[in-house]
């Protein structure tokens, strides 16, 4: 049987995404990185260039892509829309964090579900040589957005779930972990990905104006328990099951999440400074898909960041 063909990727980034992008050319000598001026004019308005333009003609192509805040998405998109008109043999736009993703739902009229807008302005990418755009997205917030996508995109959603069970299986406590789910959206999002863990989940019950978190089912007593979502934001909910865990004889509570968004630096809240810090939280890994976040955590227990460089450089190679 032959060998799968593999290609040479070009591989430019933004400046926020470069030591994500160093580390996925680190795996494959097939992966060369490209380069990007990212000038702006004197109203703050991009001026752009794309570096050896005329060399990446018949070349295949990926843009690593990073849209933190909305004030860096419009820049990164008049590159991911030249980069395909370029004569390319195929474009592929890794984004591995689809930071609207949690803004699907409509609940009132007058609700903008800007998941749906984001998805159609990438649906418009131009078409290269080579067909649509490759778009590769890490555990998106609700797999049913993939419908939000036109057909001059082809999504193809990824997860970080093989980096977590590879990391529990090297802890000394392995065999003793269970793996706890916040709500029932978490729960059906990941538990066929995690189904040899036992399991035990969580749920958000409402008591007058406030929502407490309760313990639905399952049995963390002394377990090593880890809490399992696609992302975090303010932490709250993260806190409140840490607490329900523990109060239901949890020997240690840990937490994963791929996305660490963590807006006005709430990653605070889990640094280890005192007894009662370390032994809220033992582990709290995250991966590398918001890198702003990366670089504040660097060295704070109990955070640990597990790549996605080398799940990034094979889907380049899909």
């Not at 060399?55 to 990164?76: K, N, Y």
């Not at 809220?280 to 702003?292: E, G, K, L, N, R």
Request: some cysteine; proline content about 5%; hydrophobic content about 45%.
């Amino acid at each position: 049987m032959e060998k799968p063909y593999k290609k040479e990727v070009l591989l430019f980034y933004c400046v926020e995404s470069e030591e994500l992008a160093r580390k996925i050319s680190a795996q494959s000598d097939l992966i060369q990185l490209q380069s990007i001026n990212w000038r702006s004019f004197d109203d703050g308005f991009p001026n752009l260039f794309i570096n050896n333009a005329q060399e990446i003609r018949g070349q295949h192509v990926a843009f690593l892509a990073c849209f933190s805040s909305p004030a860096v998405i419009f820049e990164q998109l008049s590159v991911i829309f030249a980069l395909p008109r370029l004569f390319v043999a195929s474009f592929t736009l890794v984004l591995p964090f689809f930071p609207t993703g949690s803004f699907e739902r409509m609940e009132e009229e007058g609700d903008v579900a800007t998941a749906f807008t984001m998805a159609r302005i990438l649906s418009n990418i131009p078409v290269s040589r080579g067909g649509p755009t490759s778009l590769v997205i890490y555990d998106i917030h609700a797999l049913q957005e993939r419908f939000y996508f036109g057909d001059h995109v082809l999504p193809c959603f990824e997860t970080g779930m093989p980096l977590l069970k590879q990391r529990l299986h090297q802890l000394p406590d392995a065999q003793n972990i269970v793996i706890a789910f916040p709500d029932d959206g978490a729960w059906k999002r990941f538990h066929k990905q995690l189904d040899h863990f036992p399991t035990v989940v969580c749920a958000k019950v409402r008591e007058g104006d406030k929502r407490i978190v309760r313990l639905k089912e399952g049995d963390p007593s002394g377990r090593h328990v880890v809490i399992v979502d696609d992302l975090v934001q303010s932490g709250g909910t993260l806190i409140e099951c840490q607490k329900v865990l523990a109060a239901h004889g949890a020997t240690k509570v840990s937490a994963y999440v791929t996305h660490a968004v963590f807006p006005k630096k709430s990653w605070g809240r889990f640094v280890h400074t005192d007894e009662k810090s370390k032994r809220a939280f033992s582990y709290f890994w995250i991966t590398d898909s918001c890198p702003v976040t990366v670089k504040e955590i660097a060295n704070k227990a109990p955070f640990e960041v597990l790549s996605l460089a080398g799940s990034i450089a094979d889907a380049l190679q899909i």
